[in-house]
């Protein structure tokens, strides 16, 4: 038995190979586009398609063509976690032999799989509850936070940030690392009362379930006042790494930020001054994950600590 694993695990990669970056990619893509089919649950009124749990019916684990589309969507939503978790495990396995030195990539991969049983076990309780808004909120929460997490993941296994960083002939500046910590909160804050808002909304998952009672213009004008001290610190970060010289791919990571900002709170705008259609929300929760993406990159950026260039070295990568 021994023998036979040591066997299989000699053919595992002992660095980080471009299986393990493909399914790093993967792990972001796929946590994103499981927000985009949780909101596509929501926003066709098929949050109820499959009205229990774990069971899609009392006497079936798939959908019925009796269920009609509202039953396909909501249980190709919870089949997608099937693949994320197959993506996460490929994930461990391939960084098997390298667990020790790159803990901190099989951490990440471990959190991800973790997270799988969890959000089940949440979507669960949605759907028991009847869609309680408060519920939904938490299962979209989480599902943002795995945005992140994958996002860490994706710039570790490229050499962006951690052990395999490239050298910087110097750090960056306390008032960036400490505007990119700005960014990241902020972005937060920001996102949680925008599923706040949401609960208050008209799109529910199912006609019959309520809302969460606030006030709906009420809580829009609270969302978008983090959004403006996000707007605040991205400027602000971008004109002082212009000034300062910081690394390219610090400024690259600011200008990605400020072109998510920029989309997104377009979007949102739209959409509110627009009657909340079900598309513009649909696109405002795709954006979220993009913006939080790209908060991610820039906090993880600004505060990982680079290891210093040879003070007679000429070079700097960026």
């Known amino acids: ?9 000699s053919k595992l990669p002992t660095e980080v190979n471009k299986v393990v970056r493909r399914l790093a990619v993967a792990s972001l893509i796929g946590q994103t586009v ?20 774990p069971r899609c019916t009392a006497d079936s684990l798939v959908n ?17 976690t099937i693949a994320l978790a197959i993506v996460a495990i490929l994930m461990l396995v391939f960084l098997w032999n390298i667990r020790r030195e790159r803990r901190d990539l099989f951490l990440l991969a471990l959190g991800l799989l973790a997270s799988i049983p969890a959000q089940a076990i949440i979507g669960g309780i949605t759907v028991l509850t009847k869609l309680n808004p408060w519920v939904v909120g938490l299962h979209f929460i989480v599902s943002i ?16 940030t951690g052990r395999s960083a490239p050298a910087v002939s110097s750090p960056l500046s306390a008032t ?15 996102v949680v009362l925008g599923v706040i808002v949401t609960g208050a909304g008209p799109h529910a998952g199912d006609s019959a379930t309520p809302r969460n009672g606030l006030d709906l213009e009420f809580i829009a004008r609270i969302h978008v006042l983090p959004v403006y001290v996000l707007v605040a610190a991205t400027a602000a970060a971008i004109a002082i790494a212009l000034r300062q010289r910081a690394p390219r791919r610090y400024q690259r990571a600011l200008y990605i ?12 705008y739209i959409q509110y001054f627009t009657g909340v259609p079900a598309i513009l929300v649909g696109l405002h929760m795709l954006g979220s994950a993009v913006l939080l993406a790209a908060a991610t990159n820039v906090v993880d950026l600004g505060l990982y600590k680079p290891r210093r260039l040879d003070a007679e070295s000429h070079s700097v990568p960026v």
């Open 1 to 9: 038995m021994t023998s036979t694993l040591q066997r299989l695990t």
């Open 34 to 53: 499981l927000i985009v089919t949780g909101g596509a649950v929501r926003l066709t009124a098929s949050g109820l398609g499959c009205p229990t749990w």
């Open 64 to 80: 019925t063509p009796e269920m009609g589309l509202h039953g396909v969507i909501e249980f190709g939503n919870r089949t997608l």
């Open 145 to 160: 936070a795995l945005v992140a997490i994958a996002t860490l993941l994706v710039n570790r296994v490229y050499g962006r």
């Open 176 to 190: 960036l690392r400490q505007l990119s910590v700005v960014i990241v909160i902020s972005t937060a804050v920001a």
């Open 257 to 268: 930020m400020a072109a998510a900002l920029v989309l997104q709170a377009g979007v949102g």
